[in-house]
């Protein structure tokens, strides 16, 4: 994990160091820096007025090649498509490992952004004003929404933070006069730093959460101005593909998830997406009848 994270740090770095310098290649259409004879990371055309901008559906491909090397693209750099106002979508492969900073700033017409889940890093205003955006789901791996990441996207109706969100710090959801809906899968209240949400915003905004969480919400700070304070559904769940029996969410039911449940059956985790997940007959109660249903389940 030590080394993991170093790694998304080393990638956050030197896209904020190369991104203020022209592109090292362009390829259909889209701008990269090479780090080294591996890496390429997503850029812009420049940084002065009349730079061209990205516009359309983009798509990013996982690799490129250039003089001989193939690059894995793993990060769109600091100010990538900023003020690309005539940008409509962007895809992003799997290989993706983090947004830099301002990554998508005042793309006013982005409707659409597909986020890999291999993404583990977003780092400040990645969206900030773009104000087309409805509909955002983090990825698992997030645990915390740095500062101004969605600030005043107007149009944003859903967010979804995964079960692993930590922090939401200042200014992060704030200005979204449109937001109806917050699902928010921590089993506990993240910290929500001091104008992380706007109040009036929060006023008709149903938030979501497990069902067995519902109460700590409530008396959490700024969580509990909140319109409504709800359960999430099973189909709330599914829809996000969190599945029962993968209890250790890697997308796969498996040998390791049935070991992992005589743990949990032992005892439970204080993670409510695990517990979801190993309550496999779906009767609210986690024991050895789910076990043993799990491991039919395998056997066929």
């Not at 516009?55 to 900023?82: K, W």
């Not at 979508?89 to 291999?118: D, H, I, K």
């Not at 009036?200 to 969480?213: K, Y």
Request: charged letters at 15%; proline letters at 4%; glycine letters at 4%.
């Amino acid at each position: 994990m030590k080394h993991l994270s170093f790694s998304i740090a080393l990638v956050l770095h030197l896209s904020f160091v190369s991104s203020s310098f022209a592109a090292d290649v362009v390829k259909n259409g889209v701008c990269y820096g090479l780090i080294g004879t591996r890496w390429a990371f997503v850029t812009h055309f420049g940084l002065e007025p009349d730079a061209k901008k990205y516009s359309g559906r983009v798509v990013i491909p996982s690799q490129i090649t250039h003089d001989g090397h193939t690059y894995s693209v793993i990060s769109v750099g600091e100010n990538a498509f900023a003020g690309s106002d005539e940008l409509v979508s962007v895809q992003l492969p799997s290989t993706v490992r983090a947004l830099s900073a301002c990554a998508f700033l005042g793309c006013t017409t982005l409707r659409q952004v597909a986020l890999p889940e291999n993404i583990q890093a977003f780092a400040s205003c990645a969206f900030t004003g773009c104000t087309s955006l409805q509909q955002v789901t983090l990825p698992r791996h997030t645990d915390f929404v740095d500062t101004l990441t969605f600030y005043c996207c107007a149009s944003l109706k859903s967010v979804v933070l995964p079960h692993r969100i930590r922090t939401v710090c200042q200014g992060a959801l704030e200005h979204l006069p449109a937001l109806t809906d917050l699902y928010c899968y921590s089993s506990e209240p993240p910290v929500a730093e001091a104008g992380a949400f706007t109040p009036s915003d929060q006023q008709h905004c149903t938030l979501h959460v497990p069902a067995d969480a519902v109460a700590s919400y409530q008396a959490a700070p700024l969580w509990s101005n909140f319109y409504r304070i709800v359960a999430l559904s099973d189909a709330d769940y599914t829809r996000q593909n969190y599945q029962r029996g993968d209890i250790n969410d890697d997308g796969q039911i498996d040998a390791a998830d049935l070991a992992l449940l005589r743990r949990v059956i032992v005892r439970l985790p204080d993670d409510a997406a695990v517990r979801w997940a190993a309550d496999i007959n779906a009767d609210g109660i986690v024991n050895a009848v789910d076990y043993v249903t799990l491991m039919k389940k395998l056997k066929n």
